[in-house]
């Protein structure tokens, strides 16, 4: 580049040496250098630092490329699109290095993720922008005519602020018979013009002389300055002051307190009078920044601390001291004085932190860098010796740099946002002087999140009741899940798990309201229909990638007083419930006249149905069993009573609202031969019916003992190899007793009453009307023979009502209708077998329970995932 100019190939050699030094460095940093001259216009291209470090271009401005300054105003800036180093002000070298030799600026650069430590040297070249100077324009010598030729009268440098061949390289002298110039170089005091008598003087020829001395530097083309030198010819003081030691030299401990002694000089002249009497003062050379530091006693030679002493500024002084006598032409003699500073431990160490990143995720690596700490200490020796560490105990540590005292702040845990989110850490720095310093530094490190937590629920799994005929589209439950992320990964939607199975079709009347885990259902449940069912949600997060968990809701359907009793006989038609019933005018008191039958779908108290007359023709000829529905007749019949009779008879539930059905039966009384004759007809017609059908049910236990003796033998040996731990899916109740697998319990007067699930125990009894849905359990605290009578009781009240049953089995329906009086007949009884039978099989093929009370087989249990509800089949003993 054209600022480098002659430069160029020093600056190759010593690329080169960086080069090599760079291997030995940490992979986190490097170094190149550049040069440019000073005085250049802002903006001026220092150099390409991506092309020279091999940097990838187009990745700078997402690594977050800077310069690192603790200055508010910095020389440079680099541009984060082309990665070239530029020039942000004008650089005045003389103002940044003072009057050092070479004038480098070192320039830290950084790229964030991942860390890279860059350290650029710009060397400030020197151009030619000053020309040399004297301090004074003038000066004044006053010299003796005793003065033998050789004298030497030092003067007062000239100075240029500029450095090297641009500085003050010679001085020229005017023309003068009696003078002439020598130079002496004094290093970094620089170059000292020496006028030397080279003629003895003659005041009363000549009294003054006027010379002219001008100072160059070597500059194309050439500076210079002049001062003027009067020569005044005194007369006759012909010895000068002598020093008592050819060298001063002193140890002056750094922050030495105002008013210090240094050293004390001595001079002596051997002359009289004023001639012999000396003054002390500092030389002519001596820089005008060590006047603010010492200042010297003109009469005792006593050089004293006058400022602040400064081991880290400057560790050594050389101070010209002049000694001149007081005659009317003073001699003088000038001696150097070095004073060497010792260096005391008054600097703490200085901690510099660079935070690379604002936070760090939590699934950070051990070793992960989270920020670069550089420690300096302007002490030397072991007071700039420094020990850097943390004071807590955290998941953190420091890393040494290969770069001296430079560390690397590092995880050397994992880290758990949910247990603490932020470490406030304290950076201690010490030396290792006496008494030893040090200085701390405070760090924020955040830690981020990372969606490492899945979604928790409050329950599980959840179970809920939610009674019949709920209204479609409102909320009758809700699930709820926690997540303990922060932000996106903590927000939870809801949904609710389908699939092709046949819980899909239960699902499909569902639905959740996503953001809040409510649920809806579209359609009303119906106890009748459907009693429980579970189903699935799953909650998921919002993070990348989203994390889900599910939870099982069990859903338990309670019955609602929603039908109303059904009238089974008499049989319905046109609407209205009627039958017509033949007695012999003859019977007595307590004849059984007929029975109203019918049922409610609903259970417990909302299915108990009582029977009530309301309406008859004459209240003392029949009676109605409130709880059977039996018409009885009160009395015998008498010639006044008429042959017709209506009676209306009420059937309602036991509800909270109860509803009802009514039933109307028509009672004809007849003579005795007519209901004879009528009887045998129908027992004829009946007779030959049940034939057909013994007929098909022979053929059917045939099929079923088949089917039964062929699968038992297959399925025993199932049931041996099924694991003993085998249990339900379905939710036990609190007071399973190893055949009920869910019951609702309650107690009314001296009975307990169960909502049966899915198994019904063995002494468990109907009770009538109920249509096999409520139970009457014996209570255990009564004595045993009062369970005896209340079943027995119970078991007569069945003997003359028509009893109902279902067998449940994959693929078909068995509906047994069997009267007690008809149980009794050998006709019924293979119908009964086929139903004890495929209960039974039932039992063996898909784990039923099968349970024979006196007068019913119970079939209760699951089939292939579905709750199979009691099914009865009735038969006598």
Not at 319 to 331: N, V, W
């Amino acid at each position: 580049m054209e600022q480098r100019g002659y430069e160029a190939p020093r600056l190759r050699q010593r690329c080169i040496a960086f080069a090599v030094g760079l291997v030995l460095m940490s992979v986190a940093s490097a170094q190149i250098r550049y040069s440019i001259f000073e005085e250049v216009k802002e903006g001026t291209v220092v150099g390409n630092i991506v092309k020279d470090l091999g940097l990838d271009r187009s990745t700078l401005k997402d690594r977050k490329y800077r310069i690192v300054s603790t200055s508010t105003d910095p020389f440079f800036h680099v541009n984060q699109k082309d990665g070239i180093l530029y020039v942000s002000r004008k650089i005045d070298r003389e103002e940044v290095c003072e009057r050092s030799s070479t004038c480098l600026i070192n320039v830290k650069t950084v790229l964030e993720n991942p860390l890279e430590v860059h350290y650029v040297g710009v060397e400030v070249l020197d151009v030619n922008d000053h020309s040399p100077s004297f301090p004074e324009k003038e000066k004044r010598l006053d010299i003796s005519e005793s003065v033998l030729p050789g004298a030497r009268f030092q003067l007062q440098a000239s100075r240029d602020p500029d450095g090297g061949h641009f500085s003050v390289q010679h001085y020229k002298l005017s023309d003068n018979d009696h003078f002439r110039l020598e130079v002496k170089d004094k290093g970094e005091d620089g170059k000292v013009p020496i006028l030397v008598l080279q003629k003895s003087l003659d005041r009363e020829v000549v009294s003054s002389h006027s010379l002219i001395l001008t100072a160059f530097d070597e500059g194309k083309p050439p500076k210079s300055g002049e001062m003027n030198i009067r020569v005044d010819v005194l007369d006759v003081n012909d010895n000068t002051p002598i020093f008592s030691k050819d060298a001063y030299s002193v140890m002056l401990d750094e922050n030495a307190p105002v008013g210090t002694t240094v050293i004390q000089v001595n001079a002596t002249d051997l002359d009289d009078g004023p001639n012999g009497e000396v003054m002390y003062s500092f030389g002519n050379s001596v820089n005008q920044k060590l006047f603010k530091l010492f200042e010297i006693n003109s009469s005792t030679g006593e050089i004293i601390v006058k400022g602040l002493i400064d081991y880290e500024h400057k560790d050594k002084y050389e101070i010209e001291i002049q000694a001149s006598d007081k005659g009317l032409a003073p001699l003088t003699t000038e001696k150097s004085v070095i004073i060497k500073i010792v260096d005391v431990n008054d600097n703490a160490p200085e901690i510099e932190v660079t935070s690379f990143s604002s936070s760090i995720p939590e699934d950070s690596r051990p070793g992960t860098t989270v920020a670069l700490i550089s420690i300096s200490d302007f002490d030397s020796g072991l007071n700039g010796k420094v020990v850097c560490y943390i004071s807590e105990d955290v998941p953190f540590s420091l890393s040494p740099l290969l770069q001296a005292n430079m560390y690397s702040l590092v995880t050397k845990s994992p880290l758990d946002r949910e247990k603490q989110t932020q470490y406030v850490l304290t950076i201690l720095a010490e030396d290792s002087g006496q008494p030893s310093l040090s200085s701390e530094k405070t760090i924020s490190v955040v830690i981020s999140d990372v969606n490492d937590n899945i979604p928790e629920f409050s329950h599980s799994p959840y179970t809920y009741y939610v009674n019949e005929n709920n209204a479609p589209g409102a909320s009758v439950f809700s699930v709820r899940a926690s997540d303990r992320d922060e932000n996106d990964n903590a927000l939870i939607s809801y949904r609710i798990l389908r699939d092709a199975g046949e819980d899909s079709k239960l699902t499909s009347f569902l639905n959740i309201n996503p953001e809040n885990g409510d649920i809806l259902a579209l359609k009303s449940f119906d106890f009748e229909t459907l009693k429980t069912f579970q189903f699935q949600v799953v909650a998921t997060d919002s993070g990348t990638p989203s994390l889900s968990s599910n939870v099982t809701v069990n859903v338990f359907i309670l019955d609602q007083n929603d039908n109303a009793p059904v009238i089974l006989y008499p049989v319905s038609a046109n609407g209205s419930a009627e039958g017509v019933e033949e007695m012999p005018r003859n019977v007595n008191a307590g004849h059984l006249v007929t029975k109203v039958r019918a049922y409610d779908p609903d259970i417990g108290y909302n299915g108990w149905l009582l029977f009530s007359l309301q309406e008859v023709s004459d209240h003392s000829l029949f009676g109605l069993d409130r709880y059977t529905g039996q018409i009885r007749t009160l009395r015998s019949f008498t010639e006044t009573d008429e042959a017709y009779h209506k009676l209306v008879i009420l059937v309602k539930d036991n509800g909270n609202i109860s509803l009802s059905a009514t039933a109307t039966v028509i009672v004809k009384a007849v003579e005795p031969k007519e209901a004879f004759a009528a009887s045998d007809i129908k027992s004829a017609a009946k007779d030959e019916e049940e034939s057909n059908v013994t007929f098909y049910l022979i053929i059917t236990l045939g099929s079923v003992s088949a089917l039964f003796l062929i699968s038992i033998s297959v399925l025993i040996v199932m049931q041996c190899s099924k694991p003993s731990d085998y249990s339900s899916k379905y939710l036990k109740d609190t007071n399973y007793d190893g055949t009920l697998c869910h019951s609702i319990q309650y107690r009314s007067g001296d009975k307990r009453y169960m909502l049966v699930g899915p198994r019904m125990s063995i002494g468990s009894t109907i009770v009538p009307g109920s249509n096999a849905n409520t139970l009457i359990l014996p209570d255990r605290r009564q004595a045993s023979g009062e369970v005896s009578k209340v079943t027995s009781n119970a078991m007569l009240e069945l003997q003359e009502t028509q009893l109902w049953g279902t067998v449940l089995h994959p693929g078909f329906f068995i509906h047994c209708r069997i009267r007690e009086q008809q149980a009794t007949n050998l006709t019924y009884i293979p119908r009964l077998f086929a139903c004890v039978m495929i209960c039974c099989l039932s039992k063996v093929s898909n784990g039923l329970s099968c349970e024979f009370v006196k007068y019913m087989a119970v079939v209760c249990g699951e089939v292939k995932g579905i709750t199979v509800y009691c099914s009865m089949s009735f038969f006598s003993t």
